[in-house]
T-cell receptor, first 115, second 112 residues
Framework: DTAVSQTPKYLVTQMGNDKSIKCEQN?????MYWYKQDSKKFLKIMFS???????INETVPNRFSPKSPDKAHLNLHINSLELGDSAVYFC??????????????FGNGTRLTVT | ELKVEQNPLFLSMQEGKNYTIYCNYS?????LYWYRQDPGKSLESLFV?????AVKQEGRLMASLDTKARLSTLHITAAVHDLSATYFC????????????FGKGTKLTVNP
Protein backbone atom coordinates (compact mmCIF):
# COMPACT_ATOMS: atom_id res chain seq x y z
CA ASP A 1 0.00 0.00 0.00
CA THR A 2 2.38 2.62 -1.34
CA ALA A 3 1.43 6.16 -0.32
CA VAL A 4 2.68 8.05 -3.41
CA SER A 5 3.28 5.90 -6.46
CA GLN A 6 4.78 6.92 -9.75
CA THR A 7 5.04 5.06 -13.04
CA PRO A 8 7.23 4.28 -14.77
CA LYS A 9 10.28 4.01 -12.53
CA TYR A 10 12.64 4.24 -15.50
CA LEU A 11 12.01 5.88 -18.84
CA VAL A 12 14.52 5.85 -21.68
CA THR A 13 13.53 7.62 -24.86
CA GLN A 14 14.90 9.51 -27.82
CA MET A 15 14.99 13.22 -28.39
CA GLY A 16 11.83 14.59 -29.91
CA ASN A 17 9.51 11.98 -28.43
CA ASP A 18 6.53 12.71 -26.20
CA LYS A 19 6.18 10.86 -22.89
CA SER A 20 4.03 10.86 -19.76
CA ILE A 21 4.68 10.07 -16.12
CA LYS A 22 1.80 9.17 -13.85
CA CYS A 23 1.41 9.78 -10.14
CA GLU A 24 -1.19 8.68 -7.64
CA GLN A 25 -1.46 9.21 -3.90
CA ASN A 26 -3.72 7.35 -1.48
CA UNK A 27 -3.08 9.59 1.53
CA UNK A 28 -6.12 11.77 1.05
CA UNK A 29 -3.89 14.80 0.56
CA UNK A 30 -5.13 17.98 -1.10
CA UNK A 31 -1.92 19.12 -2.72
CA MET A 32 0.35 17.40 -5.21
CA TYR A 33 3.63 18.44 -6.76
CA TRP A 34 6.18 17.67 -9.40
CA TYR A 35 9.85 18.20 -8.55
CA LYS A 36 12.87 17.76 -10.80
CA GLN A 37 16.17 16.47 -9.42
CA ASP A 38 19.12 17.05 -11.71
CA SER A 39 22.37 15.13 -11.99
CA LYS A 40 23.84 17.17 -9.13
CA LYS A 41 20.94 16.14 -6.89
CA PHE A 42 19.49 19.66 -6.90
CA LEU A 43 15.72 19.57 -6.31
CA LYS A 44 13.46 22.20 -7.81
CA ILE A 45 9.72 22.52 -7.83
CA MET A 46 8.01 22.50 -11.20
CA PHE A 47 4.29 22.47 -10.49
CA SER A 48 1.86 22.29 -7.62
CA UNK A 49 -1.85 21.48 -7.68
CA UNK A 50 -4.36 21.92 -4.89
CA UNK A 51 -7.65 20.08 -5.34
CA UNK A 52 -7.06 19.84 -9.09
CA UNK A 53 -6.26 23.53 -9.40
CA UNK A 54 -2.83 24.68 -10.57
CA UNK A 55 -1.29 26.93 -7.90
CA ILE A 56 2.41 26.90 -8.68
CA ASN A 57 3.85 26.94 -12.15
CA GLU A 58 7.55 27.64 -12.07
CA THR A 59 9.54 28.75 -15.09
CA VAL A 60 9.24 25.45 -16.84
CA PRO A 61 9.20 25.12 -20.66
CA ASN A 62 5.75 24.86 -22.23
CA ARG A 63 6.69 21.37 -23.36
CA PHE A 64 5.88 20.27 -19.80
CA SER A 65 2.17 20.04 -19.11
CA PRO A 66 0.74 18.72 -15.85
CA LYS A 67 -2.76 17.34 -15.61
CA SER A 68 -4.75 16.56 -12.49
CA PRO A 69 -7.95 14.64 -13.24
CA ASP A 70 -8.75 14.46 -9.52
CA LYS A 71 -6.98 15.36 -6.30
CA ALA A 72 -5.42 11.89 -6.00
CA HIS A 73 -3.70 12.01 -9.39
CA LEU A 74 -1.19 14.31 -11.00
CA ASN A 75 0.34 13.35 -14.33
CA LEU A 76 3.16 15.01 -16.21
CA HIS A 77 3.27 15.05 -20.00
CA ILE A 78 6.43 16.13 -21.78
CA ASN A 79 6.48 17.00 -25.48
CA SER A 80 9.47 17.08 -27.80
CA LEU A 81 11.90 15.71 -25.24
CA GLU A 82 15.38 17.23 -25.13
CA LEU A 83 18.67 15.93 -23.75
CA GLY A 84 18.48 18.46 -20.92
CA ASP A 85 15.24 16.93 -19.70
CA SER A 86 17.18 13.93 -18.42
CA ALA A 87 16.69 13.90 -14.65
CA VAL A 88 14.77 12.20 -11.88
CA TYR A 89 11.23 13.49 -11.56
CA PHE A 90 9.59 13.19 -8.17
CA CYS A 91 5.92 13.41 -7.47
CA UNK A 92 4.95 14.47 -3.95
CA UNK A 93 1.84 15.22 -1.95
CA UNK A 94 0.94 17.00 1.28
CA UNK A 95 -2.01 18.07 3.31
CA UNK A 96 -2.81 21.69 2.61
CA UNK A 97 -0.07 23.78 4.14
CA UNK A 98 -0.88 26.81 6.19
CA UNK A 99 -3.22 24.53 8.14
CA UNK A 100 -1.20 21.55 9.23
CA UNK A 101 2.32 22.34 8.00
CA UNK A 102 2.68 18.75 6.94
CA UNK A 103 5.85 17.63 5.18
CA UNK A 104 5.89 16.45 1.61
CA UNK A 105 5.51 12.74 0.97
CA PHE A 106 7.56 11.79 -2.06
CA GLY A 107 7.12 9.05 -4.61
CA ASN A 108 10.06 6.86 -5.59
CA GLY A 109 10.92 8.97 -8.60
CA THR A 110 11.03 8.41 -12.35
CA ARG A 111 14.49 8.38 -13.87
CA LEU A 112 14.13 9.88 -17.33
CA THR A 113 16.99 9.43 -19.80
CA VAL A 114 16.79 11.17 -23.14
CA THR A 115 19.22 9.92 -25.79
CA GLU B 1 13.98 35.27 -4.11
CA LEU B 2 14.55 32.77 -1.35
CA LYS B 3 17.94 31.08 -1.36
CA VAL B 4 18.82 28.11 0.81
CA GLU B 5 22.43 27.18 1.44
CA GLN B 6 23.68 24.08 3.13
CA ASN B 7 27.17 23.35 4.28
CA PRO B 8 29.10 21.31 4.04
CA LEU B 9 27.98 19.74 0.78
CA PHE B 10 30.11 16.67 1.43
CA LEU B 11 30.90 15.23 4.82
CA SER B 12 32.97 12.16 5.56
CA MET B 13 33.14 11.16 9.19
CA GLN B 14 34.07 8.22 11.34
CA GLU B 15 31.63 6.17 13.31
CA GLY B 16 31.21 7.43 16.82
CA LYS B 17 31.97 11.07 15.99
CA ASN B 18 29.70 14.09 16.22
CA TYR B 19 29.08 16.67 13.54
CA THR B 20 26.68 19.43 12.52
CA ILE B 21 25.18 20.30 9.14
CA TYR B 22 24.13 23.91 8.65
CA CYS B 23 21.27 25.34 6.65
CA ASN B 24 21.07 29.09 6.06
CA TYR B 25 18.27 30.82 4.22
CA SER B 26 17.93 34.31 2.87
CA UNK B 27 14.39 35.53 3.61
CA UNK B 28 12.04 35.32 6.55
CA UNK B 29 10.36 31.98 7.03
CA UNK B 30 9.19 30.08 10.07
CA UNK B 31 8.86 26.68 8.47
CA LEU B 32 11.80 24.46 7.75
CA TYR B 33 11.99 20.80 6.86
CA TRP B 34 14.77 18.20 6.87
CA TYR B 35 14.73 15.24 4.51
CA ARG B 36 16.93 12.22 4.03
CA GLN B 37 17.64 10.59 0.65
CA ASP B 38 19.43 7.26 0.22
CA PRO B 39 21.16 6.67 -3.14
CA GLY B 40 18.64 6.00 -5.89
CA LYS B 41 15.75 6.31 -3.47
CA SER B 42 13.01 8.72 -2.56
CA LEU B 43 13.14 11.49 0.03
CA GLU B 44 12.03 10.73 3.55
CA SER B 45 10.82 13.41 5.92
CA LEU B 46 12.89 13.67 9.10
CA PHE B 47 11.84 16.84 10.88
CA VAL B 48 9.38 19.70 10.58
CA UNK B 49 10.45 22.84 12.46
CA UNK B 50 7.72 25.44 12.81
CA UNK B 51 8.87 28.13 15.19
CA UNK B 52 11.88 29.99 16.47
CA UNK B 53 13.78 27.88 18.94
CA ALA B 54 12.16 24.64 17.82
CA VAL B 55 14.25 21.58 18.56
CA LYS B 56 13.40 18.04 17.54
CA GLN B 57 15.30 14.82 18.11
CA GLU B 58 15.04 11.38 16.61
CA GLY B 59 17.68 8.83 17.53
CA ARG B 60 21.12 10.22 16.77
CA LEU B 61 19.78 13.23 14.86
CA MET B 62 18.72 16.52 16.37
CA ALA B 63 17.43 19.51 14.40
CA SER B 64 17.00 23.08 15.56
CA LEU B 65 15.70 26.32 14.09
CA ASP B 66 16.73 29.92 14.76
CA THR B 67 14.43 32.08 12.65
CA LYS B 68 16.17 35.31 13.68
CA ALA B 69 19.51 34.06 12.40
CA ARG B 70 17.73 32.27 9.51
CA LEU B 71 19.65 29.16 10.44
CA SER B 72 18.83 25.54 11.06
CA THR B 73 21.24 22.87 12.22
CA LEU B 74 21.14 19.11 11.97
CA HIS B 75 23.38 17.61 14.63
CA ILE B 76 24.62 14.06 14.38
CA THR B 77 25.65 12.34 17.58
CA ALA B 78 27.89 9.25 17.64
CA ALA B 79 27.45 8.59 13.94
CA VAL B 80 26.81 5.09 12.66
CA HIS B 81 27.17 3.74 9.11
CA ASP B 82 23.39 3.57 8.64
CA LEU B 83 23.25 7.37 8.74
CA SER B 84 25.12 7.57 5.42
CA ALA B 85 22.78 9.40 3.03
CA THR B 86 22.17 12.83 1.54
CA TYR B 87 20.39 15.28 3.84
CA PHE B 88 18.34 18.17 2.47
CA CYS B 89 16.89 21.13 4.24
CA UNK B 90 13.93 22.88 2.66
CA UNK B 91 12.35 26.21 3.50
CA UNK B 92 8.81 27.35 2.86
CA UNK B 93 9.22 30.39 0.65
CA UNK B 94 6.05 32.27 1.62
CA UNK B 95 3.88 30.67 4.28
CA UNK B 96 1.01 28.63 2.93
CA UNK B 97 2.10 28.76 -0.67
CA UNK B 98 3.12 25.13 -0.71
CA UNK B 99 6.41 26.05 -2.33
CA UNK B 100 9.50 24.60 -0.74
CA UNK B 101 12.96 25.71 -1.77
CA PHE B 102 15.55 23.00 -1.18
CA GLY B 103 19.20 23.32 -0.30
CA LYS B 104 21.71 21.47 -2.45
CA GLY B 105 21.99 18.64 0.03
CA THR B 106 24.78 17.35 2.24
CA LYS B 107 26.16 13.97 1.27
CA LEU B 108 27.14 12.25 4.49
CA THR B 109 29.42 9.22 4.49
CA VAL B 110 30.05 7.49 7.80
CA ASN B 111 33.10 5.27 7.73
CA PRO B 112 33.63 2.33 10.08
Amino acid sequence: DTAVSQTPKYLVTQMGNDKSIKCEQNLGHDTMYWYKQDSKKFLKIMFSYNNKELIINETVPNRFSPKSPDKAHLNLHINSLELGDSAVYFCASSRQTGVNNSPLHFGNGTRLTVT
Amino acid sequence: ELKVEQNPLFLSMQEGKNYTIYCNYSTTSDRLYWYRQDPGKSLESLFVLLSNGAVKQEGRLMASLDTKARLSTLHITAAVHDLSATYFCAVDSSGGSEKLVFGKGTKLTVNP
